[in-house]
């Protein structure tokens, strides 16, 4: 299970990079805009969503408390589950059963970080995108790669999450049983 666990954590990552990196969590005729940038296509309808202007090109994105919230969860997101999947890895390389259960461990509480921030990232944005876009003009708008690769890695993130918590639980029986053989042996070498 922490194979597939391992996996799930490696995917996150190059999803995480992908959504961290687009600039299409919201979009529109002719107009995107990312966590960090905002992208306009010549001939795009006028007025722009968030007050943008419509001059063709890429530029920052619009600077609402929402959307920098989001930027900083998913890269903290992004940091974690990067450190959460190295520890997972050195979980699986490791042959000493302590240093694996405390790579396992601390990369349990790492992925946990990692949920929590992903979570609240794609509650706060697309919550905040829906009510600023309503106070606009009408227009038709969704979400995009960005946003939908964020979701893909918070379902990879909480299953490689409850993999490695319920793995956790076999591998540390294993662990105790094992101090208890090695306990039984120095008594029968003691007596």
């Excluded at 919230?69 to 974690?80: D, E, P, R, V, W």
């Excluded at 059963?97 to 992925?111: C, E, F, G, Q, W």
């Excluded at 990232?121 to 964020?150: L, N, Q």
């Amino acid at each position: 299970m922490k194979v597939i666990a391992f996996t799930c954590c490696a995917i996150t990552v190059i999803l995480m990079l992908g959504s961290v990196s687009a600039a299409d969590w919201v979009q529109s005729e002719g107009w995107r805009e990312g966590l960090f940038s905002q992208c306009v296509k010549a001939g795009a309808p006028t007025p722009l969503p968030f007050g943008g202007d419509a001059t063709p090109g890429c530029r920052k994105a619009h600077s609402a408390g929402y959307v920098r919230g989001a930027a900083a969860l998913a890269i903290i997101c992004f940091i974690t589950d990067f450190f959460g999947t190295l520890l997972v890895g050195l979980g699986l390389r490791s042959t000493d059963p302590n240093k694996k259960y405390k790579y396992y461990r601390v990369a349990i509480y790492s992925l946990a970080v990692a949920v929590l921030a992903l979570f609240l990232a794609v509650i706060i944005y697309p919550t905040s995108v829906s009510k600023e876009m309503a106070e606009g003009d009408e227009r038709e708008w969704g979400f995009g790669f960005g946003f939908g690769s964020s979701c893909f890695s918070l379902v990879f993130l909480v299953l490689s999450l409850v993999l490695l918590i319920c793995d956790r639980e076999s591998e540390e029986i294993f662990y105790k049983e094992r101090e208890a053989e090695e306990e039984k042996e120095e008594e029968k070498e003691e007596a």
